[in-house]
């Protein structure tokens, strides 16, 4: 076995740096979501897919970008989508259209696609046994740095300059870290790559795509077209399941993925991740249609919640380790279900002490997401930490996607015409918020169920 590094802790601080601009460029924008709408008034989804086009981009090419890092080498595939991420974000800042701004953020979206599953495989490799539940959760500090400081980060940027300076802002960890990418290892591949599964690939990334726009606009689309979108995903799914079971080397090793071990923990963290995400817009939203409050001021009122996460995210390695994960995720999951619960009976007359209690309890369960991705990479031996990665990555993403189509889906179906960017009116609020609640109560029940069915796997990996 290869003994390992001796600067394996510092490295982890260098991958932590790019974790924290992929969290800062989603969060800090949520708090621009009305300026930008205003902004670019004349395309009336531009909020939603400030957001949409970035994640849904990451999730649909997360499974490629694996590939070429176990065919490639981890730090030059590193490096590659280190410099698309920061083109993307300066494209982002000097975006003078709804279509350039849009497409700005595909590009940093194509290069998240490959910087998150990249820091996960190097983790994997830097660490073994008992280190790696730590270094996981201390990965999870940088995810926790971009949930904490991204929505003050993205309200103060507005309140003493442009919104457009939030995106190359939120950039500058990536760029520190491009700047010292010389110090990690190369990791290059120490086997012949079989041949890449294009039509595996094409299915993989078409069928995330498909099914979030269909979510995400399913409440203006012409139901003509949304039976057109579901035919095309129940036709797409099934083929591509068939081919992955057929083809040689396919780009995905469908036969692990059928064990529990690996589905479990993935729907977990699905699950947590859209909760996240719905529960960070909706929250946004109350402090800034209800309770009249600036972008600023918004975002400051988010911050018991966004600690709450931090918190549970730099403590989880730890608390894991000693109580293990299924005993933490079942306690959690029941905490933020009462949580949710209790929001349920939320007025317009502002916050009481017991809704900020479930808020944070709601963000005890969002701070476990790391151990998740540690016990569903457990799956993959090390020559194949990118793979695994890389399936991780297009789960988050794909939570990340589904906690923004959520909400937008459910404002369009009870309200015509009103998408992110809109200011709701006060008496109309607090009947949408019940309604996204009780959509995020039925996952968690489900996220519950399974957390009791859930395998504590050895703190290892395989190989």
Excluded at 250 to 269: D, E, G
Excluded at 301 to 311: E, M, N, S, T
Excluded at 339 to 368: E, K
Aim: glycine letters at 8%; aromatic letters at 8%; one cysteine or more.
């Amino acid at each position: 076995m290869t003994e390992p590094r001796q600067d394996r802790w510092l490295l982890l601080l260098l991958l932590c740096l790019p974790t924290m601009s992929i969290l800062l460029s989603t969060n800090s924008v949520i708090t621009a979501l009305v300026t930008i709408a205003k902004t670019f008034s004349d395309a009336p989804s531009i909020a939603e897919w400030t957001l949409l086009s970035y994640s849904i981009t990451a999730a649909s090419l997360s499974i490629p970008a694996g590939n070429l890092g176990d065919r490639y080498g981890l730090r030059r595939v590193y490096t590659g989508g280190l410099i698309v991420f920061l083109v993307g974000a300066l494209g982002a800042s000097l975006a003078n259209s709804a279509e350039l701004l849009i497409l700005s953020r595909i590009v940093s979206g194509i290069g998240s696609a490959v910087l998150a599953p990249v820091a996960l495989a190097f983790l994997n490799r830097l660490f073994t046994g008992s280190e790696k539940p730590i270094a996981f959760g201390c990965w999870a500090a940088s995810v926790t740095i971009g949930i904490v400081v991204g929505p003050l980060l993205g309200g103060w940027i507005q309140t003493v300059a442009s919104w457009r300076l939030i995106f190359p802002v939120a950039a500058l960890p990536a760029a520190l870290a491009l700047i010292m990418l010389h110090r990690l290892p190369k990791f290059a591949p120490d086997r012949i790559s079989p041949p890449m599964d294009f039509k595996g690939f094409a299915g993989l990334a078409s069928l995330p795509f498909l099914t979030l726009f269909t979510i995400a606009e399913a409440g203006d689309l012409h139901p003509a077209s949304i039976v057109a979108l579901l035919a095309l995903i129940f036709m797409l799914g099934p083929w591509t399941w068939r081919h992955l079971h057929t083809c040689p080397h396919p780009a995905v090793p469908i036969s692990r993925l059928k064990h529990s071990s690996w589905w479990r923990p993935s729907l977990l963290q699905l699950i947590i991740r859209c909760t996240f995400l719905s529960m960070l817009t909706l929250l946004t939203t109350y402090f800034h249609s209800v309770e009249g409050d600036s972008e600023y001021l918004s975002s400051q009122a988010l911050l018991p919640f966004c600690l709450a996460v931090g918190f549970a995210s730099l403590s989880s390695g730890f608390i894991c380790r000693a109580l293990g994960a299924r005993r933490v995720l079942i306690s959690v999951f029941i905490l933020a279900s009462i949580g949710l619960l209790s929001l349920l009976t939320l007025t317009t007359t502002g916050f009481r002490l017991q809704d900020w209690v479930a808020v944070i309890a709601i963000g005890f369960l969002i701070g476990n997401t790391a151990q998740l991705s540690r016990l569903a990479m457990s799956n993959f031996p090390q020559e194949e930490s990118m793979r695994g990665a890389a399936l991780n990555t297009l789960i988050i993403n794909l939570g990340i996607s589904l906690g923004v189509a959520l909400p937008s889906l459910v404002r369009s179906i009870l309200f015509d015409d009103m998408g992110l960017g809109d200011v709701i009116p006060v008496d109309q609020f607090v009947n949408l918020m019940h309604a996204d609640i009780t959509v995020l109560i039925l996952m968690c029940a489900i996220g519950g169920w399974q957390a009791f069915r859930l395998a504590d796997q050895a703190q290892s990996s395989p190989g």
